[in-house]
């Protein structure tokens, strides 16, 4: 049976080329639905009968046609126990037909494991990437009660004379235990795959690389919180959704965990496409929480608390939890039995919203609109006939996302004729450079030679990754030879490191000020000069010790700071 919404959509604004990678078009969901988007239409197929049982962990897969291929089946915990193979379920990898696919049982994929699981396509085969529960003893009050390990899994799926078989199955990519946390982002070069996964109780990413249907890796990283040992075995202290921007640049990492053990309930995370570094960014520190995702535009994130509201923040804003609007309505009629979980954001651009034993599928319509304007509905789309949901959604990564282009910047710098003088400003992560010319550069393979010249160039660095394959950026860096009559390059000029200069200036670079910090007994008269020599500021220190500089106005640039002529400083503006 079909139900068919006709709801007015809109879609992301992407290339056409990328619009023909539908593989999140057909849903595999609980209570025997299928969520389908048709030309971005959303609309419910439902079974006759019971065939599949999913409640957290599943995964779905369609072909460039929106036709539902394969689903994984994420069945209930075997009743018996080996100590050597542990605690496995019954997941099972089915077909469109609803048939368990050749080699396709016994799959190691947790019941209940937050973005469990996800399918990645290579040429004519499809991998799925899945994390497990393996129990090191018998439970004895329940699953929670016992000690177990998550593990990522692999395992691969060709399609022989037209039938699909599982020939390469439950392969372990890494012998760490992990938390309930797995993503995939395209890599920078658009083919290949980041697969992004986190250790048990510390603040360790694992993140493999997925490249010509092979794993490299893992790339382990610290950064973020830590979570505190409390000696309590409660396995939910690990579990909330990563998501990931559509731009593949930001990582949004939710959390269940107990204020006790954790700093943060959420973590904001820059992510580097090229080279697979994780970054920590900002954190939020109000609430637990377990749904989560980005808005498509990437200017809002919403969290939301298992069971609870939905709220919307202002992703870039310097306090972020201050910027936090319920989204959610104020009450939900009990028949809907509205229990939110998991999120994920659909072809349509819509976010939608697991709900555990719900009636409903909710959904964020307008996600880019700021507060209520988004128009929460929890009510969006109803189950199959006396269906109820489950906390899980198929987990899909951004199959659409493209090559990242290079970025450009330009910098204007000055040197002293003859005089030996560093150039660049280094990328965060591990790099190779290229730079061109040459002229004058003491190491062409470092992001920060010096340079010693005597006429004005113009050098060129190239920031790239041989081993991951990828160009980050070109940095264009405009140098001027100063006249040995311009500060700093005068005879008078005093050297960084004089003993007579008593005052320091930090941070430099700097984007917005800078803070002069000097001996009370020294009023100074300062003068910011550009690089020509011309006059831009003039003021005098008082006797407060500390002076803030506002620099906001000014372009990006070279800046020389002067001191009543006796010595100066070369400023740095950053944008």
């Known amino acids: 049976m079909k139900y068919l919404f006709l709801w007015v959509t809109f879609f992301l ?17 609980p209570s025997n639905t299928v969520l389908h988007f048709t030309d971005s239409i959303p609309w419910i197929e439902e079974w006759p ?41 019954t997941s099972t990898i089915r077909n469109e037909k609803h048939d368990t696919i050749i080699n396709g049982d016994k799959v190691n994929l947790g019941e209940s494991v937050t973005n469990g699981a996800l399918f990645l396509r290579y040429k004519d085969k499809v ?58 982002v395209r890599h920078a070069n658009g083919q290949d795959w980041w697969i992004i996964t986190h250790d048990w109780k510390n603040n360790i990413f694992h993140v493999f690389l997925f490249k010509d249907g092979k794993i490299e890796g893992p790339f382990s990283q610290q950064t973020g919180q830590v979570f505190k040992d409390v000696g309590k075995q409660d396995n939910l202290f690990f579990t909330g959704e990563i998501t990931v921007s559509l731009d593949g640049s930001k990582l949004l990492l939710a959390n269940s965990a107990n204020l006790e053990t954790r700093e943060y309930g959420a973590e904001l995370f820059h992510f580097d496409r090229c080279c697979g570094k994780v970054t920590f960014w900002k954190g939020l520190k109000k609430r637990k929480y377990y749904g989560a995702s980005f808005s498509p535009n990437g200017k809002f994130i919403y969290l939301a608390p298992i069971y609870w509201h939905t709220y919307q923040y202002e992703m870039d804003a310097e306090d972020i939890e201050a910027t936090e609007i319920q989204v959610s309505p104020d009450s939900i009629p009990r028949e809907w039995g509205w229990r939110g979980g998991q999120f994920e954001l659909g072809p349509d651009g819509r976010i939608y919203c697991a709900s555990q034993s719900s009636r409903y599928i909710g959904a964020i319509l307008y996600p880019d609109r700021k507060g209520k304007a988004c128009e929460f509905k929890p009510d969006f789309i109803p189950y199959g006939k006396d269906g109820s949901g489950g906390l899980g959604l198929p987990s899909f990564p951004n199959y659409r996302l493209g090559a990242l282009a290079p970025t450009y910047y330009r910098h204007d710098t000055t040197v002293c004729p003859d005089k030996k003088t560093a150039i660049g400003i280094p990328p965060d992560c591990d790099y190779a450079y290229e730079w061109s010319p040459t002229t004058g550069l003491s190491d062409t393979s470092t992001a920060t030679p010096t340079v010693k010249i005597n006429q004005d160039m113009t050098y060129i660095r190239r920031t790239f990754s041989p081993h991951f394959g990828c160009t980050l950026r070109y940095d264009t860096f405009f140098v001027k030879v100063l006249e040995k009559t311009v500060p700093p390059c005068t005879s008078n000029a005093r050297p960084e490191n004089s003993t007579e200069k008593t005052f320091t200036i930090y941070p430099n670079p700097a984007q917005e000020t800078f803070t002069i910090r000097y001996a009370v007994q020294n009023h100074y008269h ?34 020389i700071l002067k001191a009543d002529d006796r010595f100066s400083e070369k400023l740095v503006i950053v944008r």
Request: with cysteine.
């Open 13 to 29: 604004g992407l290339p056409s080329s990328l619009l023909a990678q539908k593989e999140d078009y057909s849903w595999v969901i």
């Open 49 to 89: 009968r019971r065939i599949y049982e999913i409640t957290e962990c599943h995964a779905s897969i369609s072909d460039s046609s929106e036709n539902l291929i394969l689903y994984t089946n994420a069945g209930r915990w075997r009743p018996s126990f080996s100590p050597d193979t542990g605690w496995f379920n």
């Open 127 to 184: 991998y799925l990437f899945s994390l497990d529960t393996y129990f090191t003893k018998p439970p004895v009050g329940g699953w929670r009660d016992s000690l177990y390990y998550i593990r990522p899994n692999m395992s691969i799926i060709e399609q022989i004379d037209g039938v699909w078989e599982v020939t390469t199955k439950n392969t372990i990519l890494s012998p760490h235990r992990l938390v309930e946390r797995l993503a995939a």
């Open 526 to 559: 300062l003068t910011l000069l550009d690089i020509t020599g011309r006059e831009l500021l003039s003021f005098r220190l008082n006797s407060s010790g500390e002076h803030t500089l506002d620099v906001s106005t000014l372009p990006e640039g070279i800046y």
